[in-house]
């Protein structure tokens, strides 16, 4: 995209143009803030690091005998082992789209798992969880909140009024 004033390229989706600080206006959704990204990229690399990690632990060489018999005890543990970092890399993503909804499930599903470590070994999860609520507060602060909430917002403002129009007299006299 260039800027239609002087021409030059411009990477990022921006209410102005940073070389000659032209309006671009408000055609598209707003660019994507650092306090939505920052968070989202320490996230997506974490489920890859941890889904690489369990892997790695899981299928590693002497190790099928230990995988086999904790498949079989635990089998809604073991796989859920599996799940978890996949569903964090796959609403990450959906986050850094801007979805409000995986924004809201991410918060809520792992707010709920840290919950629990920190229950039971608060001293293990309190760096795991000082990182999820610093990051969750990020992605509440007004100008996340501005670019999860944009097609909302744009939607309900363009959305006609609902309540009905009153009938004329004339219209129901026809039908008798």
Not at 82 to 93: E, K, Q, R
Not at 139 to 150: A, E, Q
């Amino acid at each position: 995209m260039k800027c239609p004033a002087c021409g030059k390229s411009l990477w990022f989706r921006l209410p102005e143009c940073p070389h000659c600080h032209a309006s671009l206006g408000e055609s598209g959704p707003p660019a994507r803030p650092w306090t939505v990204s920052l968070p989202c990229w320490v996230f997506f690399a974490l489920g890859l690091l941890n889904l690489t990690l369990i892997l790695l632990a899981d299928w590693a060489p002497g190790n099928e005998g230990w995988r086999e018999s904790f498949r079989v005890k635990a089998p809604f543990a073991f796989y859920m082992r599996y799940v978890m970092p996949l569903l964090m890399v796959a609403l990450v993503l959906f986050m850094l789209n801007g979805r409000n909804w995986a924004r809201w499930v991410f918060v809520v599903w792992f707010g709920n798992a840290i919950f629990w470590q920190v229950i039971k070994a608060p001293q293990m999860a309190w760096p795991q969880a000082v990182l999820f609520v610093v990051c969750a507060v990020l992605w509440f602060l007004p100008r996340s909140d501005r670019f999860f909430t944009w097609g909302t917002t744009r939607a309900a403002a363009s959305a006609p009024d609902a309540s009905p129009a009153p009938a004329s007299k004339g219209a129901d006299s026809s039908r008798a």
